[in-house]
């Protein structure tokens, strides 16, 4: 038998032994299926609490999800829709993740126009956009799923604009509501932009915004929500913070996830085999390290897996989770992309443990080549972007904190 035969078969009996058909995390919302987001998608239940009320009135609606990279505004975005095309087969929905340089009428035309492939007005205009062959793509899988046109949107880059996206899309919407009763359209991602033209785009849509569909914008509080909700109090109908998990629902959340891949069904309170190959023990110590984040759980879970596949594991034991972890560093640090300056300032969050504009020193800041710290927040979005840090909750100061992964030993 050849190597990588008897590799892949090795790897077949761990997963098996593990009662897993795959490694079930993902990092991004849009590379889940949408039957497994739902079967996957855990808590936010007082959100979902404001927005389902919402979606069963009849004055249509605008809401804005915001809350830190990773935290889980697609998944919450995409939940919601899907949620809303299972109970409704009344609406419409659509979903497209904004792309750098697209304004809003675009981004709503061409996520309107790719859910209505019998209208062939939409076609030609997803084909003027050269996007026609997304059409066909897409088409070709099961089709209609919002799980799987997010996927394709993600290659969409540097779309040439309609003359009057904003116009066009009115018209294709108006189409639209003579067979559904209600449009809601997901733009994800207002934080592609930076936050001065992110206000320019809201500005020009808001006719489109104040029009007849339900649009769901997110993007994450690097000064633009913050200001957005501050200031744009009168376009959003309700605005939606996404915060971190507490322990107890990150827990849920693995089981869930495990759930989504077992090979054999297991009891419903059989709680040891609900977390298998985790231990309770190790299962928590995971849960508390990813600090209430979707994604940095996600990230971890998959790396300690794949450490544990690769020492042949049956359980994820104290030891083996420790040698995840230090394969989860190894990969967070490993990162490239950075300049010099942000590596010196991930030494510096490391070093004190929490960084704010209170205890950096105007040394520190010199190093880095500012005078304020104002000027750092690029550069900790950096970071942030990566998995290596995050912002503290708080409303006055900006305090910066590690991912726990790596200060471990
Ligand atoms: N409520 C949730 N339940 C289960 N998984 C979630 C939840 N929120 C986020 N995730 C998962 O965490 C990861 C990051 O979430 P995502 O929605 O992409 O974050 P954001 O859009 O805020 O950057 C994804 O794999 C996503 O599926
Ligand atoms: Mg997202």
Redesign the pocket.
């Known amino acids: 038998m050849s190597d990588i035969d008897r590799l892949f078969q090795q790897n077949d009996k761990i997963f098996e032994r593990w009662n897993l058909r795959e490694i079930p995390?993902?990092?991004?919302?849009?590379?889940?299926r949408s039957q497994t987001?739902d079967r996957?998608?855990?808590?936010?239940v007082e959100e979902l609490k404001q927005v389902v009320p919402l979606l069963r009135g009849r004055e249509r609606k605008r809401v804005l999800v915001y809350?830190?990279?990773?935290?889980?505004?697609?998944?919450?975005?995409?939940?919601v829709l899907q949620g809303l095309q299972r109970n409704d087969s009344q609406a419409k929905v659509a979903y497209i993740t904004l792309q750098p340089n697209m304004d809003l009428g675009t981004a709503a035309l061409i996520a309107l126009a790719r859910e209505m492939p019998e209208d062939e007005w939409a076609q030609r205009q997803l084909n003027e956009m050269g996007l026609g062959n997304l059409i066909r793509q897409r088409d070709s899988e099961i089709g209609g799923q919002l799980g799987i046109s997010a996927k394709f949107t993600e290659k969409i880059l540097d779309v040439e604009p309609t003359k009057y996206p904003a116009l066009a899309f009115e018209g294709l919407l108006e189409r639209a509501l003579k067979t559904s009763d209600r449009v809601a359209i997901g733009i994800?991602?207002l934080d592609k932009q930076d936050p001065a033209r992110v206000r320019q785009l809201l500005e020009d849509a808001q006719g489109m915004l104040k029009g007849d569909a339900w649009f769901f914008l997110?993007g994450?509080p690097g000064g633009l929500t913050r200001d957005l909700v501050n200031r744009e109090r009168g376009l959003f109908d309700l605005s939606l913070e996404?915060n971190p998990?507490d322990v107890d629902t990150t827990y849920t959340?693995l089981k869930?996830?495990l759930a989504s891949a077992r090979i054999k069904d297991i009891s419903d309170n059989d709680e040891v085999a609900a977390l298998h190959p985790f231990t309770p023990e190790t299962a928590r110590i995971l849960c508390e390290k990813s600090s209430g984040?979707?994604?940095w759980?996600?990230r971890s879970a998959s790396y300690i897996l794949l450490r544990a596949a690769n020492l042949e594991a049956d359980k994820i034991t104290l030891d083996i989770l420790e040698a995840g972890l230090e394969y989860a560093k190894v990969q967070l640090r490993g990162q490239t992309g950075f300049t010099a300056e942000e590596a010196y300032l991930l030494q510096l969050i490391l070093g004190k443990g929490i960084l704010s504009d209170e205890n950096i020193t105007l040394g520190e800041l010199e190093r880095m080549g500012v005078k304020e710290f104002n000027e750092i927040l690029p550069m900790i979005n950096a970071l942030v972007q990566q998995d290596l840090v995050r912002l503290l909750p708080d409303d006055r100061a900006i305090a910066i904190a590690p991912n726990p992964i790596l200060q471990a030993e």
């Open positions: 995390f993902t990092e991004s919302a849009s590379s889940l987001l996957v998608f855990t808590g936010r809350g830190w990279t990773g935290i889980g505004k697609s998944a919450f975005i995409l939940e994800d991602d997110s994450h996404l998990f959340m869930k996830y984040i979707p994604r759980f996600n």
